[in-house]
């Protein structure tokens, strides 16, 4: 009797598996579902922004390559230091030059910051190729006063500029509960165009990290490397990816996320006495002023 009762425990036992191993199938088919429904995000540009941490560089060659940038464009200014340099797709195409006496070594009311982009010179045959300025940004403590009143917290205005365009959109730090958020415009360049606003979601972490997005749909991010000194940028939308101003102003956007913290610094020092009594004692350079004149009439 007791071997004829052996018989259905062991049936019991083989549904049992079969019952495990179907559920470990179907375990298996969501999983593959899963990877289909969510796939790896496609790069359709790479960028990196590297400010070098020391001086020993091909494009850097002391006072010498500092003037024949100057010689090739008046952008590049007497004050200026080659810094870094910029690669797209993994070629060298930019150099990052910015007044870095005055950045680091002035006082809070005398720091200024001008940033810019050349494509690298080149030396074939005696003919000299490059040298040609290709956008920067403006630090504006001014600006940043009257946006840091609007939000009520410290927040640092930068000014893009690019040879393409006489615009000067603003990128532009705002408020966030959690984490921070910049701001900056794609405006309209040809008739039929829309105005478009670029959001910069900061992420939680040790550097500037940001999601970027159009709208809901996210377009690109930025990691900010602070040990490597790397800002490293990946564009997931292939429009945009081909969108010369975006790109630019992207790039732009990476070399600023080098100088955040410190401009975060200066307007916290200056909002103080705006907070109190809405005056600030922030003496405003002319070239301050210049960005609040009105071009109407200027043109007159």
């Known amino acids: 009797m007791a071997k004829k009762e052996e ?3 062991k049936e019991e036992k083989e549904e049992k598996k079969k019952e495990v191993k179907k559920e470990e199938k179907k375990k298996e088919e969501k999983a593959d579902e899963e990877e289909v429904v969510k796939p790896k ?34 952008y590049y200014a007497k004050d200026f230091d080659t810094e870094g340099v910029i690669e797209i797709d993994g070629e060298k195409k930019y150099i990052i030059a ?31 190729k490059g040298g040609s300025f290709k956008g920067g940004v ?20 930068f000014f893009i500029q690019t040879p393409r365009t006489n615009n000067l959109p603003r990128l532009v730090r705002g408020h966030r509960f959690i984490g921070t958020r910049w701001t900056f415009p794609l ?20 550097g500037n990290d940001f999601n970027i997005f159009l709208g809901k749909n996210k377009i690109a991010r930025v990691d900010h490397q602070r040990v490597t000194k790397d800002v490293e940028i990946e564009i ?16 732009l956007f990476g070399c600023v996320c080098f100088f955040m913290k410190d401009a975060y ?9 705006m907070k109190e009594s809405g005056t600030s004692q922030y003496l405003p350079p ?15």
Request: charged fraction near 35%; aromatic fraction near 10%; charge should be positive.
């Open 187 to 206: 405006l309209p360049e040809e008739k039929g165009d829309a105005l478009q606003m670029i959001v910069a979601k900061g992420t939680i972490g040790m």
């Open 98 to 128: 910015f007044n870095k006496e005055d950045w680091e070594e002035g006082k809070p009311e005398e720091r200024r910051l001008i940033l810019r982009l050349f494509t690298i010179m080149e030396e074939k045959m005696g003919i000299g």
């Open 286 to 300: 002319k070239m301050e002023m210049d960005l609040f004149k009105n071009p109407r009439m200027i043109r007159r």
């Open 138 to 157: 403006e630090f504006s403590i001014l600006h940043s006063l009257v946006q840091s009143t609007e939000i009520r917290y410290p927040a640092p205005v």
């Open 41 to 74: 995000k496609i790069v359709y540009k790479k960028i990196r922004c590297n400010l070098w941490r020391t001086r020993l560089h091909g494009e850097e060659l002391g006072i010498y390559q500092s003037l024949k940038y100057q010689a090739k464009t008046r």
């Open 265 to 273: 610094k200066i307007i916290k020092h200056f909002n103080k006495d």
């Open 236 to 251: 997931y939308d292939e429009d945009y990816a081909k969108d010369k101003t975006f790109v630019e102003y992207l790039t």
């Open 7 to 9: 018989a259905p425990e």
